[in-house]
């Protein structure tokens, strides 16, 4: 994972009214969780974007004080309306303790079926590891080269050196599937035959010019 370095500012008073004096001040109530006792800090919120705002996964570089902490996001909360960010919860990790945290999905190459009229889609974008912060990357890169239509990536496909994959192994992680557009032109040009043998599009127009004869 990449890093992020954040700075915070210890705080002892807790509350609405303490919360609400704080956001006027564009500062952002925010909890430490995972050491021995919960830390109460606030950071300033221009110093969020850039953590927030991105589908990058960061190992956070914290201090609050004269301390130094290594975090990751536990839980954002934001205004329901103008998306600030209310409250900030991170959970402390260390060198030795694995924990588990969710990385976003890149799917590298083109697929085989999307020369065939087929439609590739990413359908889980991130997926939850588990390991030590040493070894966790900063996304999981996925070959859907082979890919043909109709074909589908499962969680059982993804190796990944040590670190372990969270979600259940059936989940789909990307599919490649068979446009409408593709599948109507491909109809009408074979000419498709119902279940009960009469013949559509195009086969029933020449049927039908033969019995005129």
């Given at each position: 994972m990449e890093s992020f370095e954040l700075k915070g500012s210890p705080r002892t008073e807790t509350g609405k009214k303490f919360a609400k004096q704080l956001?006027?001040?564009?500062?952002?109530?925010?909890?430490?969780y995972g050491g021995k006792e919960n830390i109460l800090f606030a950071v300033q919120e221009i110093d969020l974007r850039n953590l927030?705002?991105?589908?990058?996964?960061?190992?956070?570089h914290l201090t609050i004080g004269k301390k130094k902490y290594k975090a990751i996001i536990k839980e954002i909360q934001f205004h329901p309306v103008s998306d600030r960010v209310?409250?900030?919860?991170?959970?402390?990790?260390?060198?030795?303790k694995k924990f588990t945290i969710a990385i976003p999905v890149k799917l590298v190459g083109s697929?085989?079926?999307?020369?065939q009229g087929g439609k590739l889609a990413l359908v889980?974008?991130?997926?939850?590891?588990?390991?030590?912060a040493k070894n966790i990357p900063g996304l999981i890169e996925i070959d859907v080269t082979s890919m043909d239509i109709g074909m589908s990536k499962f969680v059982s496909d993804i190796n990944l050196d040590n670190i372990e994959l969270v979600d259940p192994k059936s989940t789909v992680v990307a599919s490649?599937?068979?446009?409408?557009?593709?599948?109507?032109a491909q109809d009408e040009g074979e000419g498709v035959t119902t279940a009960e043998g009469t013949p559509t599009s195009e086969g029933a127009k020449e049927q039908e010019k033969e019995e005129q004869k």
């Open positions: 956001r006027k001040e564009n500062a952002v109530p925010a909890v430490l927030i705002f991105t589908p990058n996964v960061y190992l956070i209310l409250h900030l919860d991170l959970l402390e990790v260390t060198d030795d697929a085989l079926g999307t020369k889980t974008r991130k997926l939850r590891v588990h390991g030590f490649v599937k068979l446009t409408r557009a593709a599948r109507g």
